[in-house]
């Protein structure tokens, strides 16, 4: 089974931030994921099948100090592996 979400990336000084939230009104909030640099966070995002297409869209949204938000399906595993509560 998997659940229908959104991860909003940010960038902080010297690092990424990326967020799940679920579409599930009822779902628990989750801690957050760090990537230290953006060959870290490119890598993340390929880990989660994430088309080279909208890593790139994220990438220029970061470049221009905004946020990046993506649709985003994930198994239980991906969520408990990367976004534990």
């Known amino acids: 089974m ?3 979400g959104t991860l909003g990336i940010v960038r902080l000084k ?8 679920s579409n599930d009104p009822h779902s628990m909030d ?3 994921y760090q990537c230290t640099d953006e060959t870290e966070l ?6 989660l099948a994430i088309d080279s297409w909208y890593i790139k869209q994220v990438f220029a949204e970061l470049w221009k100090g905004r ?3 993506l ?4 198994s239980p ?3 408990q592996e990367y976004f534990a509560a």
């Open 2 to 4: 998997t659940e229908e």
């Open 14 to 21: 010297n690092s990424y931030q990326v967020r799940y939230a």
């Open 30 to 32: 989750r801690q957050h």
């Open 42 to 47: 490119g890598a993340f995002l390929q880990q």
């Open 67 to 69: 946020l990046a938000a």
């Open 71 to 74: 649709p985003i399906v994930l």
């Open 77 to 79: 595993e991906q969520i």
